[in-house]
């Protein structure tokens, strides 16, 4: 059935058509799919998407998610025995938590209070961050009203700072290694690319800090990170 019944096949044929195929780029919502992939050693098979319109808006990406965004995956063996196309990132880390049984917790408020932080990401520090780094690096940047500018860096101040008071005594976000952690920290690190950390205060957060040093640490973070490799 896959990948005949999947048209992203065209475009990015499957050399292996019974693993996880994932269609990505190494953003920070790419390398959260990459990363749990390796964390969970669930076997899958990654395609270069680039973010050019080429790729995200291609007919054939298009038919996997119409919201042309990486990362999108598509497992031939998904509930029910029948193949399985997703997109959204978060989703994306909720599925392959699910399907492995690692890292969303043991018992039900485990999965909660895991997922609670997976949201904090999806609805708070992505979209304010990657706010941040257009206004702050980008095409944003030469806008001479300085208010949006000001209002990102300061939201991803308020942002670092809930998460730093999360982080107290604490090695991962909800105690244990989590979807919460690979959710999050890939945008933290992102300030490091925006040239942001000095103007948001990045080195009076030693919590922050710790944190994404013992996340960096783990090897299948080091491989994920560059999966698909850039071009």
Known sequence: ???????????????????????????????????????TGLPYEP???????KD???PEFLS??????????VDPNGPDGKPLGLFESGAI?????????KFIGSTAS????????????MGGVGPMLGQLGFFYKFAGADIEDPRPKERYINETKRLLGVLEGQMEGRD????????????????????DFYGAKEVVGWD??????????????RPAVEKGSNIPPRP
């Open 172 to 191: 991962w976000i909800a105690d244990e290694f989590s979807i919460a952690d690979i959710a999050l920290v890939p945008w933290i690190k992102a300030l």
């Open 110 to 121: 485990d999965r909660a209070r895991i997922i609670q932080w997976v949201m904090f990401q």
């Open 1 to 39: 059935m896959f990948p005949d019944d999947f048209p992203i096949s065209n475009r990015w044929p499957a050399k292996a058509p019974s693993v996880i195929q994932l269609y990505s780029f190494p953003t920070p919502n790419g390398v959260k799919a990459s990363i749990m992939l390796e964390e």
């Open 56 to 58: 995200v808006k291609s």
């Open 64 to 73: 996997l998610n119409p919201n042309n965004k990486i990362p999108a995956i």
């Open 204 to 217: 009076d957060h030693k919590n922050l800090i710790a944190w994404v040093d013992r996340f960096n640490a």
């Open 47 to 53: 395609h270069l998407v680039t973010l050019a319109d």
């Open 93 to 101: 880390l909720i599925y392959l938590a699910e399907k492995s049984g």
